[in-house]
C-alpha cells in the first residue's frame, strides 16, 4: 500500500455545516508524483519491504574492524567498494577488482530485477571524526543505460529489491525521471530544470553535507540544489551507505574517489570518505547542533 493510499483511508470528511475560508495559498515548493513517469513496482513488494523494516531494525552505527582501518589507510578511497546482493534477482557483475583503476565496474543484464546494491562500508560513519571535513561524495559514470538506474544513500539494513528512495532511511535521485526519492514509495518529487535527461556519457554524483545534514547531487560536475534537509539526524545514530539502484541492461562506474571526480570541490580532502571513516576524534561522539528533520519539514513542523 502507498503512502498515498495510505492517507486516502486515513483521512476523514467533516460533518459540520459550517463554511470555513479557504486556506491562505502559499507556492508548493515541488510537485508530488502519486505514480512513476515510466515505471511502477509491484504493490506485493511495497509490501513486503514494509514487512521487511519493521521486522529488521535499523543497524547501529558501529566502530570498523582494525583490518578494515589498515586497508583504508593504505588503499585510501580505493579501500570502498560495492558488495553483492543478497537477492537473486541481480543478473550482472560487480567487479570490485577494478578498483585497482580507481572504480568500481557493475554491468547488468536486460533481465536483471529492480535491485538496491550497497556499498560495503559506509560512506558517512556516525562513531567517526568529522572536524575539518564538509561532507562525503561519490559519482556514477553511466556507458549504458537500456534499463534504469538510480544513485543514493542508505541504512543498513535495506531491502535489497527496492530501488534505493523507496524505503526507510533512504535517499534517492531516479534517473529515468530524474526525480528525488525520500523514504518515498509513491512517484516521488520533482527536483531541478537543470537535470531534464540523463544519458550515457553523464556523470552523476551524490554526497551529503555534514553542515546542512542534507543529501545533494551533481550533474556532470555541476553541483545541483540539496536534495533533502536535516536527514540522518543525529548524524551518530546512523552508518550511511553509498546506495545504487540497476534494473535492466546497463553499464556504470562507481567512484569513491580513486579517480578524479568531474565535481572539482568533490577532490578536495574536506570531501574524500577516507579523511572521515575511520578517524576518531574528540568530536567523534559530540552531538550535532539541534536541527529539524526532514520528517519534521515535510510536515510542516519545523
Known amino acids: 500500500m502507498s503512502w498515498f ?9 467533516s460533518s459540520c455545516g459550517h463554511a470555513q475560508a479557504p486556506p491562505e495559498w502559499t507556492p508548493a515548493p515541488e510537485i508530488v508524483h502519486a505514480h512513476g513517469l515510466y515505471n511502477e513496482a509491484p504493490e506485493e513488494e511495497y509490501e513486503a519491504a514494509e514487512a521487511f523494516c519493521i521486522t529488521h531494525p535499523v543497524e547501529a552505527p558501529r566502530l570498523l574492524p582494525s583490518d578494515v582501518i589498515e586497508r583504508i589507510d593504505a588503499q585510501g578511497c580505493s579501500a570502498w567498494g560495492i558488495q553483492w546482493p543478497a537477492s537473486q534477482r541481480f543478473v550482472g557483475r560487480i567487479d570490485n577488482d577494478s578498483k585497482t583503476s580507481g572504480t568500481v565496474k557493475i554491468s547488468t543484464d536486460a533481465t536483471c530485477k ?13 562513531l567517526y571524526e568529522i572536524q575539518g571535513k564538509a561532507g562525503v561524495y561519490f559519482e556514477v ?30 535517499a ?7 526525480r528525488k526519492f525520500f ?29 546542512t545534514h542534507s543529501v545533494f547531487f551533481t550533474y556532470n560536475g555541476i ?22 539502484g540497476v534494473e535492466g541492461r546497463n553499464s ?18 574536506a570531501w574524500r570518505v577516507e579523511g572521515h571513516v575511520g578517524r576518531l576524534g574528540a568530536t567523534s561522539g559530540a552531538p550535532d547542533d539541534e536541527l529539524p528533520s526532514y520528517d519534521d519539514v515535510r510536515r510542516g513542523m519545523a
Open 252 to 269: 556504470l562506474e562507481v567512484n569513491f574517489g580513486g579517480c578524479l571526480f568531474r565535481w572539482k570541490e568533490g577532490n578536495e580532502w
Open 114 to 126: 529492480g535491485t538496491c546494491l550497497l556499498s560495503d562500508l559506509p560512506i558517512a560513519a556516525g
Open 183 to 211: 523514504e518515498d514509495p509513491d512517484g516521488g518529487r520533482d527536483y531541478t530544470d537543470i537535470l531534464k535527461r540523463v544519458s550515457p556519457g553523464d556523470t552523476i554524483g551524490c554526497g551529503y553535507e555534514f553542515s
Open 5 to 13: 493510499k495510505r492517507k486516502d483511508q486515513g483521512s476523514s470528511h
Open 172 to 178: 534517492a535521485l531516479h534517473l529515468d525521471d530524474c
Open 223 to 244: 553541483r545541483l540544489p540539496n536534495a533533502f534537509s536535516g536527514v540522518y539526524l543525529p548524524r551518530q545514530s546512523y552508518d550511511v551507505y553509498a546506495a545504487v
Open 141 to 170: 559514470a553511466i556507458h549504458q543505460m537500456d534499463g534504469i538506474i538510480a544513485l543514493g544513500t542508505s541504512c543498513r539494513p535495506y531491502p535489497d529489491w527496492r530501488f534505493p528512495g523507496w524505503n526507510r532511511l533512504s
